[in-house]
């Protein structure tokens, strides 16, 4: 059964960074992309960014370009979300996906498996 498993979340003020881990099993892990999405209470849930499955290509939410950079790990199976210039407004829970292709979506629908989600907390 395919297990992802978020890391890195925490408390931190604006201005700061974080980097959020994904570590995933169950699959091969080089076969499919990955995607970071996060839910805010009462929100929606909505995409930050994506990796190809080698790693080759990214895409980002207009909201974090120039803030946030994901990459992926394959020998490691992980996918890390590395988040600078943090604002309160990034504050939500964040979700690794993957999906079944190796080029990755932006809607939460092109997504088959998903983690518990990891708690990130900016404060003014």
């Known amino acids: 059964q395919v297990q992802l498993v978020e890391s890195g979340g925490g408390l931190v003020q604006a201005g700061g960074s974080l980097r959020l881990s994904c570590a995933v099993s169950g699959r091969i892990f080089s076969n499919y992309g990955m995607g970071w999405f996060r839910q805010a209470p009462g929100k929606e849930r909505e995409f930050v960014a994506a990796i190809s499955a080698s790693g080759g290509s990214t895409y980002s939410a207009d909201s974090v370009k120039g803030r946030v950079t994901i990459s992926r790990d394959n020998a490691k199976n992980t996918v890390y979300l590395q988040m600078n210039s943090l604002k309160p407004e990034d504050t939500a829970v964040y979700y690794c996906?993957?999906?079944?292709?190796?080029?990755?979506?932006?809607?939460?629908?092109?997504?088959?498996?998903w983690g518990q989600g990891t708690q990130v907390t900016v404060s003014s």
């Open positions: 996906a993957a999906s079944r292709g190796r080029i990755p979506g932006t809607v939460r629908s092109a997504y088959d498996d």
